[in-house]
């Protein structure tokens, strides 16, 4: 894949992200979002913090395997990540932890559906 190519893909996947937000920002579920731009912004945000931490928590040992436990820690970390980007991304306004627990639950039934349809047409 060329560098271009690489760009093009991480824009998109930040515009489907950030449809994904503002969809689950609208619907008043643990988060608000004021708009497209600042739900783009948060997809961004979001990205790199979920990066990083996954990255540090590997080179510290940690390993995210097991049926129950894998899922239910990547909810836990998914849910502080997108707190932090509540904080950091102006428009957006995460209520709490608990808040950004139901919101990550809800932005991960979104994506499946928005990918089932996409999956649909492709």
């Known amino acids: 894949m060329t560098v271009l190519g690489l760009i ?25 979002v004021s708009g497209f731009g600042a739900a783009f912004v948060a997809a961004i945000v979001i990205a790199v913090l979920s990066w990083l931490v996954t990255w540090i928590l590997q080179a510290l040992g940690f390993t995210f395997g097991g049926a129950l436990c894998g899922p239910l820690v990547t909810l836990l970390i998914s849910a502080a990540v997108l707190l932090l980007a509540g904080r950091w991304v102006k ?5 709490g932890y608990g808040g950004a627990i139901i919101a990550a639950i809800a932005m991960s039934v979104v ?12």
């Open 91 to 95: 428009g957006l306004t995460v209520k």
């Open 8 to 32: 093009v893909a991480m824009v998109i996947g930040a515009a489907v992200f950030g449809v994904v937000i503002y969809i689950v920002g609208k619907m008043g579920l643990g988060m608000e």
């Open 111 to 122: 994506a499946w559906l928005l990918n089932w349809v996409i999956g649909l047409f492709l």
